[in-house]
Structures are given as C-alpha cells and as structure tokens.
C-alpha cells in the first residue's frame, strides 16, 4: 500500500493509506449522486461569474467555468481530451457540443460511469465521450494520445499531486496541454483554526488536501512541464457559496426529505449540507482560494 505525498505537511488533511481515501472518494460519489445533481447539478464544480456585472444563475454560471477553463488551457476544435476526474460527463457533452471534442472521463465512482453514458447517450454524443473507471494517477489511457489533459475540481481529491501531473504528462501529445483548475489554500503559513477549517472541509468532501497556487508551478516544472502559468480566479468563483447556502436552506428546514435521505445514504448526507456554510466560512476568512494553471508537455 502505498502512503500519501505530502508536499504540504502544514496543511494536509489526508495522511493516511490511499486505498482508504478511495473507499472515501466511492462513497462520496456513488452514494451522493442523486443528491449532487438535485443540488448541483450536472456540473459538479463551481461557477465563474464576471465581478461586478449581473448576476446570472448557478447553472450557466457552471457551464460557463467550462468554456473559461477551455479558453484559457487554449482547447482547439476537435481536441483529443483526457477529463481525470470528469463526474458525470458534464464538462465532455459541452466540449463534445461546442468544440467537436473526443474527451475520455476518467473517475473512481462506477455509479458516475454509468450517469455519465446515460447522458451522453441522451446528448446524442456517444462516440464522442466515453468513461473509464480509474485511478487517474495510473490511468490505463495510452501514452502520448491527447491534446489536452483536463482537471476541473479533481486535483484537491488527488493524495499524490506530482504523480497526477506525471500522469498527465505521459498521457499528452508533445506539445499538449494540461490544464487544471482547483481548489487552493491562500499560503503555507496557515493558523491552526484555519487548518483546521481546511481539515473539515477535507472530510466532508473526501479531499485528500489543498496547495497554495504557487506550489504547482513548481510541481508542474519538477513533473517536467514548460510554458507554465496560473491565475487566481477566487473572485470569479466565490459566489458559488452564497447562492449554495440558500439552496441547502430549504432542505435542512424538511426534517422529513433530510431523514429519508440519511435512511438512504447514510450520514455522508449531514456531511455534504454542512459542507456548504463550510466553505463559505473558509472562502470569507480568506483561506481558500480557486486556482487554475496550465503547463505544455514539451516537444521533446
Ligand atoms: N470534473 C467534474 C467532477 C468534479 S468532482 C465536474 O467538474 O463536474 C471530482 C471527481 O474526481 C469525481 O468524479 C471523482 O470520482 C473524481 N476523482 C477523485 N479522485 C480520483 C482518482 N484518484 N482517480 C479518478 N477520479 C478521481
């Protein structure tokens, strides 16, 4: 069995055997997809609003962290595109519609496997996005196969982070693209109450741990990547939270829908509504942030 990497001893959640994070990351995600996709959506990962303008919903606000996170890792028509940690298929049916791309979604969640064909088969995109049930830091993708290696909210899940951009490495065409957005904590240098706050999080969400942004541009040059850049877009994506915690308020007031939930699905359902006003906490007090980076494997 191998045991967690910990490229950030101050501020890690997860240091136990990766088989264990796993069993967590399965739970998680095949026995909270009804209540993910009633919540959330297809999408299961923040929003991007511009600052300052109009608020629009949190579905289109979804959808458009997608074509962000596309523009910015420079995803071309017709891309070859591996998703490590690709949930239900959402990000492949948009970048399959838009953008005619070939995308191979790699999770952990056999229930999310089977949704996701389900939905493209719906989205009349079958052939064009398919599933593996991965690991995605040993993935059984062949080497040097894609444009574009893409992680949208899976890195924070990762227990070894130079390994998943190892992979990702192997899996791209040279001269491809990786491009990543996640979960980051503001610094290293992190007070015990935050730690602490980062630590719940990680629990309720089955996260192995966070990094400040600016770890993973060395990650991504010790990995072996060049052209590396990254962008911190927290307040594009912070509202994420306050619309989320008006959406759990109707629920955790229906005593009723909650204890039916937790006769189903255990009390992973507690965890997942208290995770909401969690991350709002840890997104006013300035501890978390969202990062996205982009790296090229090089021509040679
Ligand atoms: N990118 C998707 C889903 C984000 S949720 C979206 O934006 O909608 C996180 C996803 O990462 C889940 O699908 C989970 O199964 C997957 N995941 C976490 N750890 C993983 C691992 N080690 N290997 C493969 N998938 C993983």
């Known amino acids: 069995m191998t045991t967690a990497r910990q490229e ?17 990351i399965r739970r998680h995600y095949d026995g909270l997809i009804d209540l993910y ?18 608020p629009v919903s949190r579905h289109v606000a979804q959808a458009r962290m997608v074509d962000e996170v596309a ?16 949930g239900i298929g959402a990000t492949g049916i948009q970048l399959a519609g838009k953008l005619g ?46 444009d574009v290696v893409w992680s949208l909210e899976s890195c924070e899940l990762m227990p070894d982070k130079l390994a998943f ?11 491809g693209q990786l491009v990543v957005a996640t ?9 015990p109450q935050e730690t602490t706050l980062l630590r719940r999080i990680y629990r309720d969400f089955a996260a192995a741990y966070v990094l400040p942004l600016a770890s993973y541009r060395a990650l991504c040059e010790e990995a072996g990547f060049e052209a590396i850049e990254t962008a911190d877009w927290t307040a594009q994506a912070r509202a994420t939270w306050n619309l989320s915690v008006d959406i759990v308020k109707p629920f955790v007031r229906n005593a009723s829908y909650i204890w039916r939930l937790v006769r189903e699905k255990g009390t992973d359902t507690f965890r997942f509504l208290n995770s909401v006003p969690l991350m709002k906490k840890a997104y006013d ?16």
């Not at 523009?71 to 690709?86: E, I, K, Q």
């Not at 088969?121 to 062949?142: I, S």
């Not at 951009?165 to 001269?175: A, M």
């Not at 007090?285 to 040679?300: D, E, I, K, S, T």
């Open 37 to 54: 996709e009633e919540l959330w959506g297809e999408h299961i990962h923040h929003g991007y609003w511009d600052p300052g303008a109009p």
């Open 285 to 300: 007090q300035g501890v978390m942030h969202y990062g996205v980076f982009r790296a090229r494997r090089p021509l040679a």
């Open 8 to 24: 950030d001893p101050g501020a890690l959640g997860f240091a136990g055997e990766v088989s264990e994070l796993h069993d967590a």
């Open 101 to 146: 791309c070939r995308v191979d979604g790699v999770t952990l969640s056999v229930a999310q496997v089977r949704r996701g064909r389900e939905k493209v088969r719906r989205a009349g995109e079958e052939g064009q996005v398919d599933f593996v049930l991965a690991d995605a830091l040993r993935t059984p993708l062949p080497d040097s196969s894609y």
């Open 71 to 86: 523009a910015y890792g420079g995803v071309a028509r017709g891309s070859r595109v591996a998703d490590l940690g690709c």
């Open 183 to 191: 979960w980051c904590s503001r610094d290293a240098d992190l007070t």
């Open 165 to 175: 951009l190892r992979e990702g490495l192997r899996l791209l065409k040279p001269g």
